[in-house]
C-alpha cells in the first residue's frame, strides 16, 4: 500500500501531449472542422485507426486486431498468464459529431498507460488499451458491435445478417477495409480480462451543474432500437383526392408523436424516446409517400418500465395503421438488460478520487458505452468527466483540458492499483 502511495506521486499526466492527439485525431473526419464525422470502416476512420495504432506502437505496445477490427494494444506484466485489466473505448463518430466521445478514453487511456510506464510503474498483471469496432449505430443500427461479438452477446451471424445502407454486409465491408477471418474468433475466452475501466465524458450536465472533477458509474440504462416501417400506398400528388389516401408519412408522423407521448406517460425521467431517423419513400415532392422507414431508440434504467414503454409504442401503431389503412412492422434490433459496474471497481475509482483529491459522485449512465457489454466478461467501472453544458453528439461538444487530466489521472491510478493485484 506504502509503496502504491510513493508510485502514485510520480504518475504525471502529459496534457499538452494528450490535447494535441485529441486535435490530431479529429482531423480524420468526413464533416468539416469542429464538427466531426467518422463512420465504421471509412476511409476516415481507416486514416484515425492508423493513427492511434502508431501512437500505441510508439509507447511500446503490443498491437493485436481482430476480424471486425477490435484493436488491442497491450503492456505485458510480470505475469503474462494472468487475467488482463482492460481499458479503452471507440474512435468512430456518429454524422456530425464532437471530438470528446469515445476519443478520450482511448487516448486518455494511452497516456494513462504511458504516464505510468514514466513513473517505473510495473504491472504484475497485463493491461490491456482496446479501441472497439463501431460503438455508434451509424452504419449498421447497432451500437457496440465489437464489444458485444468479444463479449458473447451477439454471435457471428450478424455477418451476413447486418447491412448498410447501401446493402453492403458487414462481412463485405469489413473485408473491404482488411479485416477478414471469421467472427467466430472475435469471442474472447473466458476469463480473458479481470476488469475493464473506460474513461468517457458524461455527455449530461450533472456533474458540471454541481461542480464536481469525476462521475464514478454505478450502472449502465438498458438501451433499445426498434426499426418500425410503415407501407402506404403512393400516388400523383395532384391526382389522388385527399379522402383516398393512404399516406405512409402521415401515419409515421402520428406514429413518432405517439412514440414521445409513451415515453413520457411513464412520468420518469429516466424513460427516454427518439426517432431519430426517418426515411420517406419516393421523396419526391409531388408523390405521395408509399413507405416510411423510422429508427427509434428508446432507453431506461428500468427495464420492465422500458418494456411497458415498447408495449404501448406497439399498441399505438397498430392502432394508427388500422385507422389509416396502413401496414406497419416493428423489428427489435436490440433490447439489452441495463449493465451493473463492480463494487471493486467503482471502489478502486472512489480511492484514485481521494488519493488525488478531486471532487466526485456515484451516478448512472444515461448513455450506454462498451462497458455495458464489457461488464458481462470482467468486472467493470466507468470514469465519467464533466462536459460543457452536458452537451454531446454535437460538433461544440467540449470538455477542458482539465477535466481530461483529472479523469485520465484517475484511470492511470485505477490501472496501477488493478494491475498490481
Ligand atoms: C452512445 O453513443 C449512445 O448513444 O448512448
Ligand atoms: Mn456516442
Ligand atoms: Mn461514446
Not at 62 to 76: K, L, Q, S
Not at 309 to 333: K, N, P, W
Request: charged content about 25%; some cysteine; proline content about 4%.
Amino acid at each position: 500500500m506504502c509503496a502504491l502511495s510513493a508510485q502514485s506521486t510520480r504518475i504525471t499526466i502529459d496534457s499538452h501531449r494528450l490535447g494535441e492527439e485529441l486535435e490530431t485525431l479529429a482531423s480524420f473526419s468526413d464533416s468539416q472542422s469542429p464538427s466531426v464525422t467518422r463512420i465504421v470502416f471509412s476511409e476516415s476512420d481507416r486514416r484515425a485507426r492508423e493513427y492511434v495504432k502508431g501512437l500505441c506502437s510508439e509507447a511500446k505496445l503490443a498491437i493485436r486486431e481482430d476480424a471486425v477490427g477490435n484493436t488491442f494494444a497491450r503492456w505485458n506484466g510480470e505475469r503474462p498468464e494472468e487475467a488482463a485489466i482492460a481499458t479503452g473505448s471507440h474512435i468512430d463518430a456518429i454524422p456530425n459529431a464532437g471530438r470528446y466521445d469515445g476519443t478520450v478514453g482511448v487516448l486518455g487511456g494511452l497516456e494513462a498507460i504511458r504516464a505510468l510506464k514514466r513513473s517505473g510503474f510495473a504491472p504484475v498483471r497485463p493491461i490491456e488499451l482496446l479501441i472497439l469496432t463501431s460503438e455508434e449505430p451509424t452504419r449498421f443500427g447497432i451500437g457496440c458491435l465489437g464489444s458485444r461479438l468479444l463479449s458473447g452477446s451477439r454471435d457471428a451471424s450478424v455477418d451476413e445478417k447486418l447491412e448498410d445502407k447501401g446493402g453492403q454486409t458487414l462481412r463485405e465491408v469489413r473485408n473491404a477495409a482488411g479485416f477478414s477471418g471469421n467472427l467466430i474468433q472475435v469471442l474472447l475466452p473466458r476469463g480473458y480480462y479481470r476488469n475493464f475501466v473506460e474513461l468517457h465524458i458524461e455527455q449530461g450536465p450533472l456533474l458540471e451543474q454541481e461542480q464536481l472533477d469525476i462521475g464514478i458509474v454505478t450502472a449502465i440504462a438498458a438501451p433499445a432500437s426498434l426499426r418500425i416501417s410503415v407501407e402506404g400506398q403512393g400516388g400523383h400528388a395532384g391526382g389522388v383526392l385527399m379522402p383516398e389516401r393512404r399516406d405512409a408519412l402521415c401515419a409515421a408522423a402520428e406514429i413518432i408523436l405517439a412514440i414521445e407521448s409513451a415515453a413520457k406517460s411513464t412520468g420518469s425521467l429516466d424513460t427516454v424516446a427518439t426517432t431519430g431517423i426517418c426515411d420517406v419513400f419516393p421523396s419526391a415532392v409531388n408523390s405521395i409517400p408509399n413507405r416510411v422507414r423510422l429508427e427509434v431508440d428508446l432507453r431506461d434504467i428500468d427495464e420492465q418500465r422500458r418494456e411497458t414503454v415498447f408495449r404501448l409504442i406497439r399498441q399505438q401503431c397498430d392502432e394508427i395503421a388500422g385507422r389509416r389503412s396502413t401496414g406497419v412492422q416493428i423489428e427489435v434490433v436490440n433490447a439489452d438488460a441495463p449493465g451493473e459496474c463492480a463494487p471493486e471497481v467503482v471502489d478502486a475509482i472512489e480511492g484514485a478520487c481521494r488519493t488525488n483529491q478531486l471532487r466526485f459522485q456515484r451516478m448512472v449512465s444515461r448513455a450506454y458505452h462498451d462497458s455495458l457489454f464489457m461488464s458481462r466478461i470482467a468486472s467493470t467501472g466507468m470514469i465519467f468527466i464533466p462536459c460543457r453544458e452536458g452537451i454531446s453528439h454535437r460538433p461544440d461538444e467540449y470538455a477542458s483540458p482539465e477535466a481530461i487530466n483529472n479523469g485520465t489521472r484517475v484511470l492511470a491510478h485505477v490501472l496501477s492499483e488493478l494491475a498490481s493485484k
